[in-house]
């Protein structure tokens, strides 16, 4: 499986931009780019995903590096309930059913200073 | 429409014994996934369903089992329970594929 290397952890200040980093080098081109959080005692929670262009929606958005070797995830305003583990992922479009273990590393642990 | 959902939410055990937890997952999802968090670690990948069978597993011990239902429902089954099987039990479900999966909220065991 393609692996993703993200920083350990991260610090923001509330009502700033957030830009978690992500390398994902030994990406395939039927790998999508998936984010998740995970909030203090909770399941995580689907962010984003992407599969070459850049893309937003209401929670955030995904930057894509032009090679597809890493992505950028932009939290345009951070509140305090951003503060979470956040998670990039690489997961196969479906072509290989072996793929498909949705595989988390350690992720990004994101502190918002008030 | 209702997320997934998990049961039971804590559980309290004794070394040796054997564990069900369960899965619902969300109407029209095919595809059910099953984590272990350790306190304090990352998610562990245990196992994939999809349409009913096992499509992949994690390395975890044949002790931890599991299977889904014609409604795709899922049950984790961990048999000899170890102290290091406390952990939170996170199930997902996807419509397979590069569609984002959803987590339920998770069943806490703990083996003592």
């Known amino acids: 499986d393609a692996k993703t290397t993200q920083p350990n952890s991260m610090e923001s200040n509330e009502e700033e931009p957030v830009h978690l980093p992500c390398n994902h080098s030994?990406?395939?081109?039927?790998?999508?780019i998936h984010w998740y959080r995970q909030l203090p005692s909770q399941g995580p929670e689907y962010v984003i995903h992407g599969l070459t262009s850049n893309v937003n929606n209401r929670m955030a958005s995904l930057a894509i590096a032009e090679d597809r070797k890493s992505s950028t995830l932009i939290l345009h305003r951070a509140t305090l309930r951003d503060a979470a583990v956040y998670y990039c992922i690489l997961r196969d479009r479906g072509s290989n059913f072996g793929n498909e273990k949705l595989t988390f590393g350690t992720g990004t642990r994101l502190t918002i200073i008030p | 429409e209702a997320g997934v959902t998990q049961s039971p939410t804590h559980l309290i055990k004794t070394r040796g014994q054997q564990v069900t937890l369960r899965c619902s997952p969300i109407s029209g999802h095919t595809s059910v996934y099953w984590y272990q968090q350790a306190l304090g670690l990352g998610l562990q990948f245990l196992l994939w369903?999809?349409?009913?069978?096992?499509?992949n597993r994690g390395n975890f011990p044949p002790r931890f089992s599991g299977r889904q239902f014609p409604n795709y429902s899922s049950e984790l089954n961990v048999n000899a329970l170890e102290l290091e099987d406390s952990a939170l039990y996170l199930c997902?479900?996807?419509?397979?594929?590069?569609?984002?999966?959803?987590f339920g909220q998770g069943t806490r065991l703990t083996v003592v």
């Open positions: 030994t990406i395939s081109g039927t790998d999508y």
């Open positions: 369903y999809d349409e009913g069978e096992e499509r």
């Open positions: 997902a479900s996807s419509f397979g594929g590069p569609h984002e999966a959803f």
